[in-house]
């Protein structure tokens, strides 16, 4: 049974850095691509940022991009998410996800999520 538990999240002020942790098994992590979603109060889940089985590829939203780095350490079944440069509008529900393979090719290509933390940016 597939069981992602995410942590590191909380409250920042803007310009501030957050990492997020997300802790994976009851599968191979090494095999499969992960990703970073969230969710903010009113809107629907978003992508945020992905990356490959092996973490040679990365991938992000563009609002985002420059400002957070997604990577995995395969020994320790994790991936993370380093936020710097908060902003208000990063608060948000932040969920792990599972890809369905070792790559990442389209956003709706997760079929496992963890619970999410919640990261609020606020001065």
């Known amino acids: 049974q597939v069981h992602l538990v995410e942590s590191g999240g909380g409250l920042a002020q803007p310009g501030g850095s957050l990492r997020l942790s997300c802790v994976a098994s009851?599968?191979?992590?090494?095999?499969?691509?992960m990703g970073w979603f969230r969710q903010a109060p009113g809107k629907e889940r978003e992508f945020v940022a992905a990356?490959?089985?092996?973490?040679?590829?990365?991938y992000y939203k563009d609002s985002v991009r420059g400002r957070f780095t997604v990577s995995r350490d395969n020994a320790k079944n994790t991936v993370y998410l380093q936020m710097n440069g908060l902003k208000p509008e990063d608060t948000a529900v932040y969920y792990c996800?599972?890809?369905?393979?070792?790559?990442?090719?389209?956003?709706?290509?997760?079929?496992?999520w963890g619970q999410g933390t919640q990261v609020t940016i606020d001065s």
């Open positions: 996800a599972k890809g369905d393979s070792g790559y990442y090719y389209h956003k709706d290509a997760f079929d496992s």
């Open positions: 009851g599968f191979n992590f090494a095999d499969y691509a």
């Open positions: 990356i490959t089985w092996g973490g040679s590829a990365s």
